[in-house]
Nanobody, 114 residues
Framework: QVQLVESGGGLVQAGGSLRLSCAASGSIYSINTMGWYRQAPGKQRELVAAIASGGSTNYADSVKGRFAISRDNAKNTVYLQMNSLKPEDTAVYYC????????WGQGTQVTVSS
């Protein structure tokens, strides 16, 4: 089992920045990829960004150039730096740890006002 605890969400004006953190504990040796997903009201959950154990990254087209994912293996933590936020970025953001199974965090709300 892997436990994920997210933090850093909140309310921000358009153009502002937020940094999300996700701390992993438990069977972290089983994790290959960690990622951030988001789900807006009435929409499906979508991948925002992911980072593999080797450091390669993947981003949704809608966030390229604005968001950056990183991980601190010593702290078992993954971060999502979000800059130039837009109202359409408003969603619940979920951390995911992927290995043989996928583990999810509880989610953190990000609200961007116009």
């Amino acid at each position: 089992q892997v436990q994920l605890v997210e933090s850093g969400g909140g309310l921000v004006q358009a153009g502002g920045s937020l940094r999300l953190s996700c701390a992993a504990s438990g069977s972290i040796y089983s994790i290959n990829t960690m990622g951030w997903y988001r789900q807006a009201p009435g929409k499906q959950r979508e991948l925002v960004a992911a980072i593999a154990s080797g450091g390669s990254t993947n981003y949704a087209d809608s966030v390229k150039g604005r968001f950056a994912i990183s991980r601190d293996n010593a702290k078992n933590t993954v971060y999502l730096q979000m800059n130039s936020l837009k109202p359409e970025d408003t969603a619940v953001y979920y951390c995911a740890a992927e290995g043989s199974y996928v583990f999810w965090g509880q989610g953190t709300q990000v609200t961007v006002s116009s």
